[in-house]
């Protein structure tokens, strides 16, 4: 069973499992990627439902999961979804209706959904149980000429340290992290997962957090679907509830 609504700039597709549970994934996708790509290039939706969760697809279109509009950003990707949407209108409205409840919500993301996980949790630090960001961007600093990084934030500038920086905001993340990246990644380097990685470990030692690397592993669903099965697997042994 599955509904559709609109709230805030962002499109929500709910989908039920067979049998009914509070347990809910929150599915990000990567830039200009639709909300059902996990579902219809992986077998991930159709795990996640078996393992008996309620899923959240995000229509987040060219967002990067930005906090706000700037002055610099791109006239024709200020329609789309910010962290900001997502903090202020659609999760407060998921939850009033039901769907989404404090403590029983897992973050899986993909490329910059990935980097949404990791602000989410940062954000967010006691309402989600646990989250998953594949090949995500975390380290702004790696490449200086990114050109969704300036579409969005305006050229490399202190803005890109101070604003939105997953490396600097993984000090507030409280929750287990499970990362994934891809060693032959042409599109966003694995160093942005190691850095991040090694950071939660020098920041928090005791928080679980695990990273896979995959020597063979590319920016795609190939990687994607078998990264995403082990971040359900973490799921399970850290973070059900």
């Not at 499970?178 to 928080?207: C, I, T």
């Amino acid at each position: 069973m599955a509904q559709t609504l609109r709230l805030g700039t962002c499109t929500v597709e709910i989908r039920e499992p067979s049998v009914p549970s509070d347990r809910v994934l929150l599915l990000l996708p990567g830039w200009n990627y639709p909300r059902t790509a996990w579902c219809d290039s992986s077998i991930i939706c159709t795990e996640a439902l078996r393992r008996g969760y309620r899923l959240l697809l995000f229509e987040m279109g060219k967002s990067i999961y930005a906090s706000q509009i700037f002055p610099e950003t791109r006239l024709d990707w200020r329609v789309f979804p910010t962290l900001r949407t997502l903090l202020d209108t659609v999760f407060p409205s998921l939850v009033d209706m039901g769907f989404l409840e404090k403590g029983k919500g897992y973050l899986l993301g993909l490329s910059t959904g990935g980097r949404g996980v990791v602000l989410l949790l940062a954000h967010m630090q006691n309402f989600f149980v646990a989250g998953a960001a594949l090949s995500g961007d975390f380290d702004p600093h790696l490449n200086p000429r990114d050109p969704l990084l300036t579409g969005w934030y305006g050229r490399y500038s202190q803005r890109w340290e101070e604003i939105d920086n997953p490396l600097r905001l993984s000090a507030q993340i409280e929750r287990p992290l499970f990362l994934a990246h891809g060693v032959a990644d042409p599109v966003v380097s694995y160093l942005h997962s190691q850095r991040l990685y090694e950071r939660l470990r020098a920041l928090h030692p005791h928080l679980p957090c695990e990273l896979y690397l995959d020597p063979k592993g590319k920016h795609d669903f190939v990687f994607w679907e078998k990264a995403a099965r082990k971040a359900l697997d973490f799921f399970e042994r850290y973070g059900r509830k």
